[in-house]
């Protein structure tokens, strides 16, 4: 079976070259030049993977990221002709997977189309009949199957990033990983943005979990103290 891409792009040379390239690996794409098309073809026939540009006329970009968001995990690609470090941050924070600067290669872009496209199938359970995996750290859970976190046994709204850094720092408690680690293992070794992503990405944490023991280790990075607390 095809897998789907959502192309949202209002420059037409922009939109048609991505399209060609992607059409010329196999995938079926489905190019729109609004975020309102789009969000209208997401909630008939959601694609597998989209490739985002932030510059769009009404709703832009960074809105129509968050909109996926609030529903689905499907993988997120942003283009945009801002090369602003804010910029990128934002974008990934939002949910993007990915942030290739315009102008950009094709090439690269597919490549980086099938690297999400593989990261975001070996996600997958393979039957959906089988027990979901849990990882347990104190009084946090997060439910693999499901990609969702609860703590305290309340269920927690996390973003994609959140999710793999609290899996990440969950799996081996009382670790200290290097910022550089985690940047390296959340947002992967095609990212060249500052290591301060990983510091405002475990801010948004602790403010979502008050009193999860995630300790700043001073002049290298985080852990994620064991704690007795099952509850």
């Not at 420059?11 to 209208?40: C, H, M, S």
């Not at 849990?134 to 305290?152: D, M, Q, V």
């Not at 927690?156 to 899996?167: A, G, I, M, S």
Request: proline share 4%.
């Amino acid at each position: 079976m095809k897998r789907t891409i959502g192309v949202v792009e209002d420059d037409p040379n922009i939109r048609n070259i991505v399209t060609a390239y992607l059409d010329k690996e196999g995938y079926q794409v489905e190019a729109l030049d609004t975020a309102e098309k789009a969000w209208e073809y997401f909630q008939q026939s959601p694609p597998d993977l989209w490739v985002l540009d932030i510059m769009l006329p009404g709703i832009d970009g960074y809105e129509f990221c968050k909109r996926i968001r609030q529903t689905s995990e499907v993988p997120i690609i942003i283009i945009s002709a801002k090369d602003e470090e804010v910029d990128k941050i934002l974008g990934l924070e939002l949910g993007g997977d990915d942030y290739l600067t315009k102008p950009f290669s094709p090439r690269e872009l597919v490549a980086r189309v099938k690297r999400q496209l593989k990261r975001w199938s070996a996600m997958q359970p393979e039957g959906k009949e089988s027990e979901p995996a849990l990882i347990k750290a104190g009084a946090l859970s997060l439910n693999e199957t499901e990609r969702n976190a609860y703590f305290h046994g309340k269920e927690v709204e996390v973003t994609t990033k959140e999710y793999d850094l609290l899996k990440i720092l969950a799996q081996q408690e009382n670790r200290a990983y290097s910022r550089e680690e985690l940047l390296l293992k959340v947002w992967g070794d095609d990212y060249f943005g500052s290591d301060r992503a990983v510091d405002d990405l475990v801010k948004r944490i602790r403010k979502k979990m008050k009193d999860l023991p995630l300790e700043t280790v001073w002049g290298h990075g985080y852990r994620l103290r064991s704690s007795r607390d099952s509850s």
